[in-house]
Structure formats: structure tokens, C-alpha cells
């Protein structure tokens, strides 16, 4: 094989790897099927030394250049247009592993350790109303909503479901606590958990489950009082843990972004009707020449690709 030969495989494989670079960033099935014919004839001539080569050249300055040169300016057009997305993308991106570096692990553990306080904190009320003695702080409990309320208490609940009415209560400094839900606390040895908490209407009430018991109690903390929770209403309440609001924030970025990557793919893959249907003009001329022949004895006058180059791409 001379060095002409040689060259113009060479130069054939260059063509090649353009055109499925192409293929690859259209996922375009007209335009991988031509890379895959085109490939066909390159192979064709790489193994029958005894063809002539300048019909392989002929053919891609006649064609597959042509080819190129027309989805390379559409790529670039699409390139373009998908600028402003791909960088909305990437802030998306860098928002969301800035707040996926504040772990929700702290809020956890301090729910765990809040839940042991508070119930040391009803053992030490329902002490001192025994002994009338009023010496146990509420900021021992208070720091709680204090620190995570804004961030974490869910704001979208009916408050109605976290109301009630007058109750016989124990006063207790500032505080009220149903005397029933005292007489149930006490059974069970003040052991509570917390269960969610809530900011709605500019106050926060907090959720608690009296442990080995259906039952739940509120504490309304701006009002100053705790009250057992309506079983009713505990049906149609969520009860689920609380979540960082910057939780909810990034789920929703991480939904835009799969979003417009995904408009951006199928943008991507469309294509102007006219170039459609030069491709497919392009895939008959290949299936209806024969290859070891006509193919290549191409009138450069009636090349469609050549006059597809001066479309208006902007429709």
C-alpha cells in the first residue's frame, strides 16, 4: 500500500471519529446508522488493497465531509442554546453540595438527647407540684425549638389539629399541664419521645408520644401549655420526622436539575424537519448505490448535503 493509500485511510478514520463523536451527541438513529455504513465502506477498502482509493476520498469530500460540516454547525447552535442551562445546572450542582456538607446528623442526636431532657424535665415538674416547690427552669426544655424551630418544624399542618379546648390543668409557674395527661405521664414514669415539631401562624407546638402508650401530647409553647393530643385528630395529622427546609430545597434543585437535563437530551436530539430529511435522502443513496462501483462516480452538482449547509438553522 503507497503512502497516498496510507493517507487517505488515515484521513478516513479521522472522518470516522468525527462522525460518531456527532453520532454520540445527537443519539440521532439516521445519523449512528450513517456512521455505520460509513464505517462498512472504510472497512471495505482498509481490507481489499485492490481497490482504488481515491473513491474512498471522493466519497467523503462528497459526503461524509459535507455531512460533518452541517452537524457540526447544528452542534454548535445547540451548544449555544444550552449554555444558560447547563450553567443553571451547575449552580444547582454547587447549592446543593454546599448544604449536603450540613448533615441533618446533629438535629438526630439532639432530638434523641431532647427527648431524655424533657421527660427529666416533667419528673422534676410533677416533683415540685407535689411538694408545692416551683424551682425547675423551662429553658432546660426551651433551648430545643430555640436552636432548630426555623430550620426543621414543619409549617405546613392545620393548626386546628394541634388545638384544643379548656382543660383541668396544673399550674406550673407560667405553664399549664392537663391533669390528666400528668396522671399518664407519672404511669409511665415520665418516659417521652419527641415526635416532630411545628411552626405555623408565628407559633411552634412540639409532638410527644408517652412511651408504651397511644398516647401524644402537644406543647404549645408560645401559649405555655401541654395538653394530650386528640386521637382523631392524631389520624389525620403528620407525625413524620421533621426534615431540614434546606432538605426540601435540595430535593427540589436535585428535580429541576433532572428536569432540565432531560429537556436538555431531548432538545438535543431534534432536529430541523429539513435536515430529517436529508439524512434520509443520505441513508437511500447509500442503500440503493452499489458500493464497489456507481458510489463513487458522484456528480459533485447534485450533492443535497452541499446546499443543506445553507439553511436557516434558526427555525
Not at 459535507?66 to 447544528?74: A, F
Not at 404511669?187 to 407559633?203: D, E, H, L, P, T
Not at 389520624?235 to 430535593?251: D, Y
Request: hydrophobic content about 35%; charged content about 30%.
Amino acid at each position: 500500500m503507497n503512502d497516498d493509500a496510507l493517507n487517505i485511510l488515515s484521513q478516513s478514520k479521522r472522518r470516522l471519529t468525527k462522525l460518531k463523536l456527532l453520532a454520540n451527541f445527537f443519539e440521532n438513529v439516521d445519523i449512528i446508522s450513517i456512521y455505520i455504513k460509513t464505517d462498512i465502506i472504510h472497512n471495505l477498502f482498509q481490507e481489499n488493497k485492490g481497490l482504488d482509493y481515491s473513491k474512498l476520498e471522493l466519497f467523503h469530500l462528497q459526503y461524509t465531509d459535507s455531512l460533518i460540516e452541517l452537524l457540526t454547525k447544528i452542534k454548535k447552535q445547540k451548544e449555544n442554546d444550552m449554555l444558560a442551562v447547563i450553567n443553571e445546572i451547575e449552580i444547582n450542582r454547587k447549592y446543593i453540595a454546599g448544604f449536603e456538607e450540613k448533615h441533618e446528623d446533629g438535629f438526630e442526636t439532639d432530638r434523641k438527647i431532647y427527648s431524655g431532657n424533657f421527660s427529666r424535665h416533667l419528673k422534676h415538674v410533677y416533683q415540685d407540684l407535689t411538694e408545692n416547690n416551683y424551682t425547675v427552669s423551662w429553658d432546660n426544655v426551651l433551648y430545643f425549638y430555640k436552636k432548630y424551630a426555623a430550620e426543621f418544624y414543619r409549617s405546613e399542618v392545620d393548626e386546628e389539629l394541634l388545638t384544643t379546648g379548656s382543660f383541668p390543668a396544673y399550674q406550673y409557674q407560667d405553664y399549664k399541664i392537663e391533669r390528666k395527661l400528668l396522671g399518664r405521664l407519672n404511669i409511665q414514669n415520665f418516659k417521652v419521645r419527641f415526635v416532630c415539631g411545628y411552626a405555623v401562624s408565628g407559633n411552634e407546638y412540639e409532638l410527644f408520644k408517652i412511651f408504651q402508650s397511644e398516647d401524644f401530647f402537644i406543647f404549645d409553647i408560645e401559649k405555655q401549655k401541654m395538653y394530650l393530643a386528640d386521637p382523631k385528630k392524631m389520624e389525620k395529622l403528620n407525625k413524620a420526622p421533621n426534615e431540614s427546609n434546606h432538605g426540601v430545597i435540595i430535593n427540589q434543585l436535585k428535580k429541576k436539575n433532572e428536569d432540565l437535563e432531560e429537556a436538555m437530551a431531548e432538545r438535543k436530539r431534534t432536529l430541523p424537519e429539513q435536515v430529517i430529511s436529508v439524512l434520509k435522502d443520505y441513508i437511500k443513496n447509500l442503500e440503493n448505490t452499489d458500493v464497489m462501483s456507481k458510489m463513487f462516480d458522484i456528480n459533485e452538482e447534485t450533492n443535497i448535503l452541499r446546499a443543506m449547509l445553507n439553511l436557516n438553522l434558526n427555525n
